[in-house]
């Protein structure tokens, strides 16, 4: 009996020990469970409060999609308060562009998924915000129970990329496409064109003689003038992404509303005809017109490089033969544009081989009959066409700019072979040698001229350099240059007169020895009254300001005749003598024989 309640008393004392063990562990294990829920609280507590000061732009999203706190650097972007944001759905901050995309990330993420996107988040005036955003689970005892959202403004960076965007395919002056996108928007008409068998036109426009509005009025004008011509370019073509323009004074477009070359043609002059109205730059008033070539293309058709290479060649074409017109490209203006490379090419290898030389063409006094001067002429000894004359590769040589350095060879072996002759003990008589438009315009004209004179050791007198009608109109400039010349003693003559000026009050003003009357005017005087009066007319005018005329082109009797009987003063052509070389030219000197007017041998040897 003892043994038993022995045994009880352990047992009970045993069952005791182990329960107030378990009531200690239990009581561990509640105070370790609030202590741990007390350290998550703080850390959320202070992980949360400094959320809200973060400079990063963060979002905590609970998992039902309501927003449970935000940093206060995204506040501004959304326009809002922190007050006005919790509780909201995130939806209520999502733009409806972006409702399904938004929807999409939250679902992902709660899934444990990492999101990177770009979406649109809603400002509360409104406004849509371009917005990166990375998305992360939000994580809290060992649960999901959210998402973070990192987010990003791209409006700025948006901004900046729309800005260089811009730059690269627009003209920041008149808002038109540029270039580039104008041959990537062919490129596609294009490919739609042949795809469906319709056709496309390109035009290629300049504004005839822009330069002169920049040099009369300046640059401010200049883009004042290109603003109102885009204006006007868009009025007809009202689909801007079809208009581009391309530098300077040059715009093209595209256009496909056409069945026939011919109506492609008038949709071009109904665009020439929006720039017969003048354009008010700053208060003045100008008139402009414009030159545009055109090139269609359907069926197989080049690339959008090369349609707009016809096009830029048809205009090219049409400005060698004038201005303010439409020219529709042809094969045959390729082959035009080749041989004119392929001359310019020849003609710097002329220069440098030395292939240019001289002829010379006495002058008469027709009340004499004698020598009184020569006419330097140039001519080209090519070593496969034989010998070129100067009509051939004169304005190939003015539009490469090769005229300036032939020009001045002109001058010098001209000077030379007359310094020669000298030397030589045959009679002095001037040398005329023309000048383009660009030797003039050069600013050290006159200074050059000296220089070759003293190189040659040629008195300035013996020189005689003749100018064009387009060089004397501009009057100011021609009048500085021109004294300057007189004063160095060098002749002037005005070459080719009556090609097309009416004003001739410039003749007054400039120191002018001599005018040259235009051969097409002599060459009909013994047929067409109005020639005979026009040559008349110039005769008498020179005189009456004291200047002396010269007669190009004579060839006959009857021409001389007429011209002796209203007392022209000189003449020139194939009635004394055509261009000699400069060996035949220099022995016509040593002869020193004037030429008999009467002499009906001379009337023979014209014909030939």
């Known amino acids: 009996m003892d043994h038993w309640r022995a045994a009880a008393l352990a047992a009970a004392v045993i069952g005791a020990v182990l329960l107030g063990t378990a009531a200690v562990l239990l009581g561990l294990l509640r105070r370790e469970r609030q202590r741990s829920r007390a350290i998550a609280s703080v850390v959320d507590s202070e992980w949360i409060n400094l959320l809200k000061d973060s400079p990063i732009s963060l979002t ?21 308060s922190s007050d006005r944001v919790f509780g909201l759905h995130f939806r209520d901050i999502i733009h409806a562009d972006s409702a399904g995309q938004a929807a999409s990330i939250f679902a992902r993420t709660l899934r444990g998924e990492k999101c990177v996107e770009d979406i649109k988040l809603l400002r509360a005036d409104g406004v849509a915000i371009e ?17 973070v959202v990192f987010t990003q403004d791209q409006s700025d960076q948006k901004r900046s990329m729309e800005r260089i965007r811009y730059m ?37 426009m300049d504004i005839d003689r822009f330069k002169l509005v920049n040099a009369s009025y300046g640059r401010d004008y200049g883009d004042m003038l290109l603003l109102q011509v885009a204006e006007r370019l868009t009025r007809w073509f009202p689909d801007s992404s079809n208009i581009a323009r391309v530098e300077g004074d040059e715009f093209v477009g595209m256009f496909a509303d056409f069945e026939q070359d011919d109506q492609a043609i008038r949709q071009i002059e109904g665009l020439m005809k929006q720039f017969e109205a003048p354009f008010e730059l700053g208060g003045v008033m100008i008139h402009v017109t414009v030159s545009v070539g055109l090139a269609t293309c359907s069926g197989d058709c080049p690339d959008a490089n090369g349609l707009l290479k016809r096009a830029d060649t048809a205009l090219h074409r049409l400005k060698e033969n004038g201005r303010n017109g439409c020219l529709l ?52 000894r090519h070593p496969e ?6 009509s051939h590769f004169i304005p190939a040589a003015e539009e490469s ?95 080719d007169f009556g090609t097309g000026y009416n004003s ?14 235009v051969r097409t005017f002599v060459r009909d005087i013994h047929q067409d009254p109005n020639d005979r009066a026009i040559v008349a007319a110039i005769i008498a005018m020179a005189h009456n300001l004291q200047i002396g005329v010269i007669a190009e082109g004579v060839v ?33 000197l040593n002869r020193d024989h004037g030429l008999s007017i009467s002499d009906p041998e001379n009337n023979n040897a014209a014909a030939h």
């Open 60 to 80: 905590i999203i609970n998992s039902k999609g309501v927003v449970e706190n935000i940093s206060r650097q995204l506040l501004p972007m959304l326009g809002t």
């Open 131 to 147: 917005a990166h955003v990375e998305t992360s689970p939000y994580m809290r005892e060992g649960e999901i129970a959210g998402i």
């Open 168 to 204: 690269a395919y627009y003209d920041d002056m008149t808002g038109l496409p540029n270039r580039r996108f104008f041959m990537n928007r062919l490129t596609e008409r294009m490919h739609a064109a042949a795809q469906s068998g319709n056709s496309v036109a390109v035009w290629y």
């Open 329 to 380: 490209y042809e094969p045959a203006f390729e082959h035009t544009a080749i041989n004119k490379l392929t001359l310019q090419h020849e003609l710097m290898e002329a220069m440098s081989r030395r292939q240019f030389l001289l002829y010379y063409q006495p002058q008469y006094d027709l009340r004499s009959g004698r020598l009184v001067g020569f006419e330097a002429l140039i001519r080209w």
């Open 385 to 390: 066409r034989g010998m070129i004359a100067p």
């Open 401 to 495: 700019g090769i005229i300036m350095a032939l020009g001045d060879w002109v001058l010098q072996e001209a000077c030379r072979q007359n310094r020669i002759w000298q030397r030589a003990g045959l009679p002095s008589y001037p040398i005329s040698v023309n000048l383009s438009i660009r030797q003039f315009a050069q600013p050290n004209l006159v200074e050059r001229i000296a220089e070759i004179l003293e190189e040659t050791g040629l008195a300035a007198p013996y020189l005689k350099l003749e100018i064009t009608e387009s060089i004397a109109m501009d009057v100011e400039r021609a009048t500085a240059i021109l004294e300057s010349l007189s004063d160095l003693g060098v002749g002037i003559s005005v070459d």
């Open 504 to 517: 001739f009050s410039y003749l007054k003003r400039l120191p002018i020895d001599c005018l040259k009357i």
């Open 556 to 588: 006959t009797e009857e021409q001389v005749l007429f011209l002796q009987q209203h007392a022209c003063d000189e003449m020139q052509g194939y009635y004394g003598s055509p261009p000699l070389p400069a060996e035949e030219a220099g022995a016509m």
